[in-house]
């Protein structure tokens, strides 16, 4: 492990000082009088800048003399956020630079309010990425970040009389500091055209892909900073433009004209995200964004091996090891292969033997419509070379079922990579395993459903391959970047060196019943939440008590996460109240932050119901501020960093056994939430370690989730048994919290009823409220609730990024760090 300190400046105030004022008047072309706060976020970034860049070339130098064994992270996204104070704390230089723009009459919290965040991706896979290579960079492992350098990244959410409105983000709008153009490493990317078969001497077949267009892939690198400072590796993000190259031959094909009018233009490859977090869309241009950044990559990589090794391919999978986040990248497999088939002229069986070294694919998803699937068409038209090689590999591969399963037609329909009916499908998951030499879930419940549910032939087929590696988080943005008041107490209480081991935590334990303790912990979340009920003011205009129980849900929207149900919950309360004034509860504020995908209409009239019953509640005097609501837009990481230090109560609803994992549920716990949660994706695991008296769990397990679909769910039962449930659910047809528009909140009450309610609300809603009760009880005994939420950041240990990484690197990459040499 890596050495227990603080990062030691390396830089001092004076130095520092004189670098920002540096580049105000050198980068800048401004001065001390006339900048404002945007030119010195920028000046003092710039000033950091110098700092990172000589870290950046000392890693890559000892990389490229050490000729080190590398992990290559595909991913389509990143989530980001902000740099600066991330830089900052990593070369231990946020105090040195707190002091210096002090003495420049600058305040470091406003500057850092100025950085965009880079939000190049949805939720939780993508910022899953993102703290995987900080963990990577501080633990002085060999690694890139492979990526798409998206125009805009996800939108930007405002919220108009109560509904989403989603707006453009344009996060390089006015320059990005950190990133560097790299011209000199520009490739070509191939899109549509035709296959010709050639015959070599020997009589071998030789496959021409002729290209109907070819756009560029232009790298942008963004240095990341272990913490301490030492490695400086690189997330690489490829940007589309036009190549003004284009091949001619293609005239030669036929229908070349018709298919040609409807290609995309170049530049139009890497202008968006895609918004549709858990769905899959199938849309031709996101099939061109996956080939397009992973055939970039991969010849980055081959470029840089070659230079090493020249042809010799013998020793690449000793060299290379590439990690697919979902399946968003893996067609990567097929275009490695047509690399060595095709280009390197490797025989087909030496050349998959590289491939299934060299590939390792990570599962995030159970939910039928999020498994990725392209009609075969599609990639024909776009990749006709890659439609070969995938047919050819599934016509081995089925060699290999009937192998295992002699004559089993069934079998083989089950388990090839094109589903055949009325649309030829390509089904990327079955792709990804078979090409893959590890395959794993995210959390141990999620990996055992990969294995038991989704492929359980597969793990007959290949035992071992399947594994699990729980995900984690970076407790460096986590816990000490966005929590400086914990983490000093903590500093003070156990030492300054948790954010590299973070199982140090568990010293917190022993203090957890102490009083002084208690009421130090508790003084830094009230603190927290003064400022958090601050931000809710500015952006809402709504006065919260902080002294309520300020319980928290931030996530994506999606039905089976269960907005929802925490939305019927606050209405049976409201309703609570209103029949009785005396209904006893500690006051508390809801407070949500979620961006649902544009084209999901119930998950944004989820969001309109939400503000909607805000309005309501957060202005009627007969609750007597008991129950306030407060939906965040615009739910970003950013934002996200304000809210989950300032957080009671977690809350992590979903549906037992859709949730892959979660990630807010650690951050939460990390920073002294106490959850109330479903035995569901890394909850179980959660509470394995704080224990069942300091997490509240309740609903359907998985088995009984699974029991009930099977005997028949019925939420109309619910319904009529559970007054409370009719009640509240027949509200939401009535014009009360939609004054003069019946029925505007009617689709939820639909979906749970009409259509089968099929993450299964009511069937939960019982014990989900109940639980909430308990909760509210344990809040009001004041000591055992900071024993509660002590506890819950001691026992998070488990949960930091680096343990997950360390898994990866035991498990599948077999990685070694190096040091850098200074
Ligand atoms: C698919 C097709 C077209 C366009 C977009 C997409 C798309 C994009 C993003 C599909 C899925 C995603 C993101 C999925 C995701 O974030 N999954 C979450 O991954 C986390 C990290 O493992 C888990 O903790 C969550 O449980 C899981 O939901």
């Not at 530049?267 to 895609?274: A, F, Q, R």
């Not at 081959?302 to 013998?314: L, M, N, T």
């Not at 491939?355 to 939910?367: D, G, M, P, S, W």
Request: with cysteine; net charge negative; hydrophobic share 40%.
């Amino acid at each position: 492990k890596a050495t227990k300190t603080q990062p030691s400046p390396v830089i001092d105030k004076a130095a520092f000082k004189a670098a920002v004022i540096k580049h105000l008047h050198c980068t800048l072309g401004t001065d001390e009088n006339k900048a404002n706060n945007h030119a010195w976020w920028k000046a003092t970034c710039a000033a950091i800048q110098e700092q990172v860049l000589e870290g950046l070339r000392k890693t890559q130098k000892s990389h490229y003399l050490n000729d080190t064994r590398a992990v290559h992270y595909f991913s389509a996204e990143f989530l980001m956020g902000r740099l600066l104070s991330n830089n900052l704390q990593n070369f231990g230089l946020f105090d040195v630079a707190n002091g210096a723009l002090k003495e420049l009459g600058v305040e470091i919290s406003d500057i850092l309010e100025e950085e965009p965040d880079m939000a190049l991706g949805n939720g939780g896979l993508g910022r899953l990425a993102a703290c995987f290579i900080d963990s990577l960079a501080t633990m002085e492992l060999p690694a890139i970040g492979y990526g798409i350098h998206y125009e805009h990244g996800l939108f930007r959410q405002e919220i108009k009389s109560g509904a989403q409105i989603e707006r453009p983000d344009s996060w390089r709008h006015y320059g990005n500091p950190w990133e560097i153009c790299r011209p000199e490493s520009i490739q070509e990317v191939s899109l549509y055209g035709y296959v010709e078969t050639k015959y070599g001497d020997n009589g071998r077949v030789l496959k021409e892909w002729h290209p109907g267009s070819i756009v560029k892939g232009v790298p942008w690198d963004i240095p990341i900073v272990g913490y301490e400072g030492k490695t400086v590796n690189v997330l690489r993000l490829w940007q589309s433009e036009a190549s003004g190259y284009f091949n001619w031959d293609v005239f030669n094909a036929g229908g070349y004209v018709d298919a040609q009018r409807e290609n995309v233009s170049a530049e139009t490859i890497s202008k968006v995200l895609y918004p549709n977090d858990e769905t899959e869309a199938g849309k031709e241009l996101r099939l061109i964004q996956q080939y397009f950044f992973c055939s970039c990559s991969l010849k980055d990589i081959i470029r840089r091996y070659k230079r090493a090794h020249g042809d010799d391919w013998s020793r690449f999978a000793d060299q290379v090891v590439i990690q697919l986040n979902d399946t968003h990248p893996a067609i990567s497999i097929p275009e490695l292969m047509r690399i060595l088939v095709d280009r390197a002229e490797l025989g087909w069986d030496e050349a998959w033997g590289i491939c299934t070294k060299v590939f390792a694919y990570t599962n995030h998803t159970l939910l039928p419509e999020a498994l990725e699937k392209w009609p075969a068409r599609m990639i024909e038209k776009i990749l006709p070379r890659h439609l070969e090689i995938i047919y050819e590999i599934n016509h081995r591969f089925m060699a290999e079922v009937d192998k295992k399963w002699p004559g089993d037609n069934a079998m083989k329909a089950k388990l090839s990579i094109i589903e055949e009916g009325n649309e030829k499908m390509v089904r990327m998951g079955h792709l990804s395993v078979i090409g893959s030499f590890a395959v794993n879930g995210v959390a141990e419940m999620h990996s055992r459903l990969v294995k038991s549910s989704l492929f359980p032939e597969f793990d007959e087929l290949y035992p071992g391959k399947l594994t699990n590696v729980t995900n984690g988080i970076t407790p460096r943005r986590w816990l000490k970047a966005c929590n400086p008041g914990l983490s000093k107490l903590i500093d003070k209480k156990i030492g300054e060196d948790w954010p590299l081991d973070l199982d140090k935590l568990q010293g917190l334990a022993k203090f957890a019943s102490n009083k002084t303790f208690q009421k130090q912990f508790m003084k830094v979340k009230l603190e927290n939440k003064e400022l958090l009920a601050e931000e809710i003011r500015k952006s809402l205009d709504i006065e919260v008590d902080v002294n309520a129980i300020f319980d928290v849900q931030i996530k994506r929207l999606h039905e089976y996460k269960r907005q929802h149900l925490a939305l019927l919950n606050i209405m049976a309360l409201y309703r609570r109240i209103l029949e009785n004034p005396d209904y006893d509860m500690h006051p508390r504020v809801f407070v949500f932050g979620a961006k649902a995908a544009p084209g999901y209409k119930l998950a944004k009239d989820i969001i309109y119901a939400i503000n909607k019953v805000a309005d309501k509640i957060n202005n009627d005097p007969r609750v007597n501020n008991k129950i306030k609501v407060a939906f965040l837009p615009n739910y970003r990481v950013s934002l996200a960093e304000k809210m989950i230090p300032a957080a009671d109560v977690s809350e992590q609803i979903s549906t037992a056994g859709k949730e892959a994992s979660g990630t807010g549920n650690m951050k939460l716990a990390l920073n002294g939430a106490v959850t109330i949660g479903t035995l569901d994706g890394a909850n179980v695991e959660i509470a394995e370690e704080v224990g069942d008296d300091n997490i509240f769990i309740f609903g359907l397990t998985v088995e009984e989730v699974n029991e009930l679909k099977a005997n028949g769910y019925n939420p109309h039962d619910y319904y009529y048994k559970d007054p409370e449930i009719k009640a509240v659910l027949d509200w939401l047809e009535t014009d009360y919290f939609t004054p003069g528009k019946p029925g505007a909140l009617v689709s939820i009450k639909q979906s749970l009823l009409d259509n089968g309610d099929p993450y299964m609300v009511l069937a939960d809603f019982r014990a989900y409220s109940d639980a909430q009760i308990a909760v509210d009880t344990a809040y009001r005994d004041k000591e055992r609730w900071a024993e509660m939420a002590i506890i819950n950041t001691a026992k998070m240990g488990k949960f930091t990024s680096d343990r997950s990484i360390r898994d990866y690197v035991e498990r599948v990459w077999k990685l070694s760090p190096c040091k850098i040499e200074s």
